[in-house]
């Protein structure tokens, strides 16, 4: 079983920078893909993009360009920089290895 703990958060005003962690333990050999995941007040849980084993990585619309995921494997943790932040980027911030989540890391944009 892999234990993940999100760190990071914080608020930020709007254009700010912010880099989450995603430290796993536990059973890190079967990481395989790793992904970060987004929720706001009211709103449905949302992709925000995956890294996979090659560190190939993949991005919601709304990111692109903005948010970057990478992973050093000798440390087990996975980040994701956000830089030009936006209020609508507001949100409790979760990674997973698709089977464990995190307990979530709270993200404010605001001036």
């Known amino acids: 079983q892999v234990q993940l703990v999100e760190s990071g958060g914080g608020l930020v005003p709007p254009g700010g920078s912010l880099r989450l962690s995603c430290a796993a333990s536990?059973?890190?050999?079967?990481?395989?893909?790793m992904g970060w995941y987004r929720q706001a007040p009211g709103r449905e849980r949302e992709t925000v993009g995956y890294?996979?084993?090659?560190?190939?990585?993949t991005y919601a619309d709304s990111v692109k360009g903005r948010f970057t995921i990478s992973r050093d494997n000798a440390k087990n943790t996975v980040y994701l920089q956000m830089n030009s932040l936006k209020p609508e980027d507001t949100a409790v911030y979760y990674c997973?290895?698709?089977?464990?989540w995190g307990q979530g890391t709270q993200v404010t944009v605001s001036s």
């Open positions: 890294i996979i084993t090659s560190g190939r990585t």
């Open positions: 997973t290895d698709f089977n464990a």
């Open positions: 536990g059973s890190i050999l079967r990481i395989q893909s």
